[in-house]
């Protein structure tokens, strides 16, 4: 959706849930920057990349340790703020998926693929949430 | 799909003209197969770069990014492009972590004292990029084609025993 996405609609103070794959987490516990990409899908219809908002977790009864428990044990829930992706030129909006309540989305709002930087960024930005 | 280190000029086993091509030993020849099945789908990349690339890259290409790849997303040509910007890497290189992004980039990065250095190479060149970092501040960040020598020189200076930046 970018062009700010549902901003103003999500509190800039929520926490936003990223599973990133263990393997991709470093020795010292912090994900690869690789980790903070859109999903490049067939169709283009999914080319962002997923989140959960822990608002609409919380509303709907879930934890974090929910979230973890729904990815499986491959996965490790990583967390930061609306606020750090929208001072990362994030675009961000909700998008129901059925499967996990709070489901998200968020990509640059200008449309383009993020850069190596830009995923560097994010991965710095980025705290462990179920360790 | 599979990748091989291949010998144009004798037959020997994966393990020991993988061996040869990052050592640089006996007379192997410094090629870099990339097959997947189907017709016009074997790509044979000659790594440009005289001397040996660093012992892990082999079996990085042959078996750490196919397995990772687990939708089989990332196409040949960008494990070619990713071999040619690793080739010229000193060969005391460490391995660097690496990962297969969901957008179908093959990434590597290094944490080397202070220095943060990472690739990331796509199907599409132009999200080829490299990005530098020193003592947590961005360095830059430029494309990676036709900057494999940066990559390289950034590398050899970083290295421990190396003149600092």
Redesign the interface.
């Known amino acids: 959706m970018p062009e700010g996405g549902d901003l103003g609609k999500i509190p800039l103070d929520c926490v936003v849930y990223r599973a990133v ?1 263990l ?2 987490l ?1 020795p010292d516990g912090t994900p ?4 903070f ?4 899908d067939a169709d283009g219809s999914k080319d962002y ?1 997923s989140v959960y908002f822990a608002d609409e977790m919380a509303a709907n009864g879930v934890s974090v340790k929910d979230l973890a428990a729904h990815w499986g044990e491959r996965y490790a829930i990583v967390e930061f703020t609306v606020a750090d992706l929208v001072t990362e030129g994030e675009a961000v909006w909700r998008d129901p998926d059925g499967k996990f309540p709070g489901h998200g989305a968020c990509k640059r709002a200008d449309g383009l ?5 830009q ?3 994010i991965a ?1 930005l980025a705290r462990r949430s179920d360790a | 799909m599979t990748i091989v280190a291949t010998s144009l000029d004798s037959p020997r086993s994966r393990q020991e003209v993988a061996q040869a091509a990052a050592t640089g030993s006996g007379t192997v020849t410094r090629s870099i197969r990339v097959t997947k099945p189907g017709k016009d789908a074997s790509v044979t990349a000659m790594l440009e770069e005289p001397g040996s690339p660093p012992a892990w890259l082999p079996k990085l290409l042959q078996e750490d990014f196919p397995e990772r790849d687990e939708h089989n997303v990332i196409g040949p040509s960008a494990l070619i492009r990713f071999a040619q910007a690793c080739a010229a890497l000193p060969l005391r290189t460490p391995q660097p972590f690496f990962n297969v992004g969901d957008d179908a980039t093959l990434g590597a990065e290094w944490d080397i004292g202070l220095c943060h250095v990472a690739i990331q190479v796509g199907n599409d060149p132009a999200v080829d990029m490299l990005y530098v970092e020193v003592n947590d501040r961005e360095i830059g960040e430029i494309p990676l084609n036709g900057n494999e020598r940066v990559l390289a020189s950034i590398m050899a200076k970083i290295l421990p025993g190396s003149l600092v930046l």
Do not use: E, F, H
Request: aromatic fraction near 0%; proline fraction near 0%; charged fraction near 40%.
């Open positions: 794959k393997i991709n470093k690869q920057s690789g980790c990409s859109d999903l490049a990349m693929k993020r850069t190596v930087g995923k560097r960024r710095k």
